[in-house]
């Protein structure tokens, strides 16, 4: 398989137009017309990773931090970017990231850390706005069930846990043939009236090139009509953070005990006990305190992140008890989560975890 096959995968989990704006994901060297000889997957790209993937025989790296994340006006060897980006080229090695389209995504990295802690009922903390699309086209009827089922193939018709929705009302097109035309139904020059249906469907906005294809491809007219629409509607199942429950509240402290077993931190900084127990869990990995208050309005128990400023300790004003594990510690299942995407499309692809020790903080 090619290169470009491994990173489809992942991308139809987690499209890179819902990476951050400020963020970087995608491929920074490398042809995806490459035969793929094997992925090792790592949290961070560094010297020793690439020297990894070289004894491996494996030509391709997936990181979740971009290689390359703020412009380069050169590629020299004296910094530890340089030196990744000429030694995998020299080596032809593909590095690829996928970092806020994979946090954004509802099966995600925040979807993996709740897996880990045991939360149930999980759900978007901050879901996103502007990635919706309403999509309608009007059809014969005739051909409304092959043309709706084209487009719902293509991934339109997509409403939080149900698939294939649509709208359907039915009414009359009309149109006149004119010179140069080829119609379907109705004679050159004589206007003509149609029984169609009128089919509105939802899309995000990333596919709909794809999905207007699939549509146009399965339509019998020569020129199809349909109007697509930008939604306020907020997508349920892309955007920042995630909320969860256990299925029993616990005490605070054994909570805290459980956070650190689970991301296994040097140590974990928390704010002012609440006094009260914890069930309600929102979370973001690596620096999400920009999700304080979000997880506050939806009236959590507590909020983990990776990262936390001095500051934001006094936000918690013992309304939630808020807690900083560690940016890679909450980040590190992110390599497992990418391995188990590209294992289902590819069973017997070769794939690695990167043993390389990657976390640049130290604890003593």
Known sequence: MKIGDIIRAIEEVAPLPYQESYDNSGLYCGSVHDEATGALFTLDVTEEVVDEAIEAGYNLIVAHHPLIFKPLKRILDNSITGRCIIKAIKNDIAVYAAHTNLDNVHRGVNAMICSKLGLVNCRILQPAADLLKKLVVFVPEDHAEIVRQAMFTAGAGHIGNYDSCSFNAEGHGTFRALDGADPFVGAMGSLHSEPEVRIETICESHALHRIVKAMIDAHPYEEVAWDAYPLVNLHQRAGSGMMGEFSEAMDEMD??????????????????????????????????????????????????????????????????????????????????????????????????????????????
């Open 255 to 364: 909570f805290l005990m459980l956070v650190k077993r689970v991301f296994g931190p040097g140590c974990i900084k928390y704010s002012p006990l609440t006094g009260r127990k914890v069930q309600r869990v929102a979370l973001c990995g690596g620096s999400g305190n920009f999700l304080i208050q979000a997880a506050m309005s939806q009236n959590a128990d507590a909020f983990i992140t990776g990262e936390l400023k001095y500051h934001d300790y006094f936000l918690a004003e013992n309304r939630i008890l808020l807690t900083e594990a560690g940016h890679y510690e909450t980040e590190q299942f992110t390599k497992e989560l990418l391995v188990q995407i590209v294992k289902e499309k590819f069973t017997t692809f070769a794939t690695r975890i990167s043993g390389i020790q990657t976390n640049p903080v130290n604890y003593l």
